[in-house]
């Protein structure tokens, strides 16, 4: 939390976060990212807890998991791509494939609900690869986040979510931001 502070990653107000719920606190992890060195130390760190995996590609999906799926994979030195939002499903596209001979981990930057990794891992198995892992820099679901294989994070975080017709922030009239790469 310290690294998410001091680069200004850590937001308070009234968030519309990328699963459509809503949040006092933001992460907003592509600054973080954005410091080469801190994105090769903390990827670095959560690439070391999928060594045994046996891994051979590292996928995130788009925007927010490309740059940490790029990391980890460079860390673990096997093949790194993302999957993209193609029709309102995710897909893979740019000559990116898969094999049933692909043992993948899925990475994204931040976990909330675990949706996007589930989109990715649902792919991912559509194309008959193995999911392997799925990680996250920060796990702000407290744990509740679940995954068909081992989910591992760098922190978990307790940070409470509200759907739209139960938010506290709405009922009090606090304006609402959407900083999240989904529209």
Do not use: N, W
Not at 84 to 109: C, Q, W
Not at 148 to 161: E, G, N, Q, V, Y
Request: glycine share 10%; charged share 25%.
């Amino acid at each position: 939390m310290d690294i998410f502070r001091k680069c200004s990653a850590f937001h308070k107000g009234h968030f519309k976060l990328s699963s459509g719920l809503h949040s006092e606190y933001y992460m907003q992890c592509a600054l973080v990212l954005a410091d080469t060195k801190m994105s090769a130390k903390l990827c670095g760190e959560l690439a070391k807890k999928f060594k045994s995996s046996k891994a051979s590609v590292v996928i995130g999906p788009a925007i927010g998991g490309i740059t940490a799926a790029y990391e980890v994979a460079c860390a673990l030195g096997i093949k790194g791509i993302f999957a993209e939002r193609e029709e309102g499903k995710m897909a893979l596209r740019r000559g990116f494939a898969l094999s049933p001979a692909d043992r993948v981990i899925v990475i994204e930057d931040v976990t909330t609900t675990g949706g996007s990794a589930r989109e990715v891992a649902d792919l991912v198995k559509s194309l008959g690869a193995k999911v392997v892992g799925v990680g996250a820099i920060i796990d702000r679901s407290g744990g509740k986040a679940k995954f068909s294989a081992p989910f591992k994070s760098l922190a978990k975080l307790k940070i409470d979510t509200f759907r739209p017709e139960e938010c506290p922030l709405c009922k009090a009239g606090k304006p609402i931001v959407k900083p999240g790469s989904r529209k």
